[in-house]
């Protein structure tokens, strides 16, 4: 019935061709039926008016008989006009208006074209369908996958498929730009998705809904894919790292360097009037963590890369290269430094003097510190070149402070420094005089100076004490006062000495220290001196109270006090301590059974008291 209908639509009159058209398509679209889609063009399509349409009789319409539209009829741009954005259609047209458009296209297009593809259908390529364009791509059914792309040999296109709440969705990427997705929803129809310009990836895309309001199962999905564009800008790349081995060029393994300057200019060509050329600053920025630095978009061009050189460093490649930017490619620059040759970092030197007591050369804990001791330190020179010997240079003297401690710090490395101790009349060093140090960068040596005094008759240090309470006998509540008698016996006048009252607290509470620090029962002065034997004796008086709730005895309140010198020659009178006595009585309760055995002695007392008088007064008579 078709084919009589065109073969009468060719070989007829103009009227007649466009009745046999009208005719076959009225046929073609009652067969297909409610199940009808149609594929709709970009944005919000207009309907043709098809009341009046302009119908031109084309002179001969060239249609052959054996192409056949299964499921739909793509309407494109010339019918339904639509914007560039991309758009979808997620509901089903209603057939009546569709019926209008197609009919009204069809029309027209038969009667102003001989050549059926200026009617806009898309032709159909595989196995007839009409959805797929030329060159395109169907993922039947649509699932997950990666699918090379017809006519691009090596080049993908990967489909993603997943389950949401609203039913299956899609996405896509791929290596060819694409221009139409046509998401196949079985009988719901399809959702057309349009592209311009076009994208190599896009996601979220879908099926119509269905009648139970969920996106339809995927039947297939149709992929039209648009020109490879080449790329119109390059890209430059510039490595910045650390040339160990200062070859000018990049080894494996060598370190690259963050945060160095680079400065991209582009010189434009002479201009005539001046012959000077003008330089354009395209950017100036720093290397990243891995030693990097990227300027993308580019115009293909010839550049200027130039770094900013860092103070202490020396470059190993140019400090200007020049880079030919290509479109579609990146250029890449490496620039090589490596550090300058420092000055050597400095050390310190700390000296340390002390009291060998033990004489065994060694510093032991507890011994004493000594101030005021003067060293030398002495560095020895390069030989001269005119007397070939080696000269002396004098680093520094200095004295040892109150800890025993002499420093000198900012010395150059060396294992050539010497240190002297000037020895004080009547002492003996227990280590060598001379010591040789070395001093190493960002380190501190240390040297120890162990001296001990000669043995010098009549030259000893021997303090005494004692130690005096003002009453002997006390009661509750009574100030005591105590006096510390102290003096030097020996020849050596004493300094820094110490004396420690340790008083019973129990009993007594102090009421004036005499200047002392009082703690923890004890009571202590610290005297620098000097005390020379010559200087006699020295006192301190301080005073207690006995406390008003003591014992219901008798009780000893004992003090012992102690002076004291780490050189004193002589411990035994180092020390002293006073007892005061507390004594306790019974006082004296009426109406007690001690009271009535005391008025009965009494009374026994007073009667033989009378007949002694008695007697005697008659032996009188």
Known sequence: MSNTLWRKARGGSSGARIFAA???????????GPGLTVYAAEGEAEVPDTTEPAVEVPAEPVIEPEETVEDAVIVEAPVLEAPAEVSALSEPVTPEPVF?????????????????????????TVDGNPSLCVGGLRVDPGESGTYEIPGHPGMFVTISVTSTDDGPVFSFDSDVPVVRVVAKGGNTGANV???????????????????????????????????????????????????????????????????WEFTVKLESDPIDAVA?????????????????????????????????????????????QYADVVAGETAELWFGNIQEELPPETGDLLIHKFLDANKNGDYDDGEEMLEDWEFTV????????????????????????????????????????????????????TTPLSQGV?????QT????FGNVEEFMPFTELDLAITKVADDHSVVEGQLVKYTLTYWNNGDLAAENFTIVDDYDESYLSIVDAAGGVVSGGKITWTLAGPLAKADGMKTITYTARVITDMPDKTTNIDNVV??????????????????VVYTWSEPFLPFTGGDYTLLIGFAVAAVALGLLLRLRTDNAA
């Open 193 to 259: 998705y349009l592209y311009d310009p076009a994208v190599t990836a896009d996601g979220s895309l879908h099926t119509p809904v269905n009648p139970s309001g969920f996106y339809a199962g995927i039947s297939h999905i149709d992929l039209c894919f648009g020109e490879i564009q080449e790329p119109e800008t390059g890209d430059l790349l510039i490595h910045k790292y650390l040339d160990a081995n200062e070859n000018a060029k990049y080894d494996d393994g060598e370190e690259m360097l963050e945060d």
């Open 378 to 429: 002495t560095r020895e020179g390069d030989p001269v070149a005119d007397v070939s010997a080696a000269y002396i240079m004098l680093i520094g003297v200095g004295n040892t402070d109150e800890d025993g401690e002499l420093s000198y710090t900012g010395l150059e490395p060396g294992d050539d420094y010497v240190v002297t101790e000037t020895l004080k009349p009547g002492w003996d060093n």
């Open 562 to 579: 102690v002076i004291s010198h780490p050189r004193d020659a002589d411990p035994t009178n180092n020390s002293d301590n006073e007892r």
């Open 445 to 448: 040596a240390e040297l120890w």
């Open 22 to 32: 009208y005719v076959a398509l009225v046929l073609v679209v009652s067969m297909v």
């Open 276 to 320: 000077v050329s003008a330089v354009m600053l395209i950017g100036q920025d720093v290397t990243d963590s891995d030693g990097e630095l990227l300027f993308t978009g580019l115009d293909p061009d010839h550049y200027t890369v130039t770094e900013t050189l860092k103070s202490g460093w020396v470059n190993t490649t140019p400090l200007t």
């Open 438 to 442: 070395e001093i190493v960068s960002g």
């Open 100 to 124: 209008a458009v197609v009919v009204a296209a069809v029309a027209s297009a038969l009667a102003a074209s001989d050549d059926p593809s200026d009617l806009g259908i898309v032709p159909a």
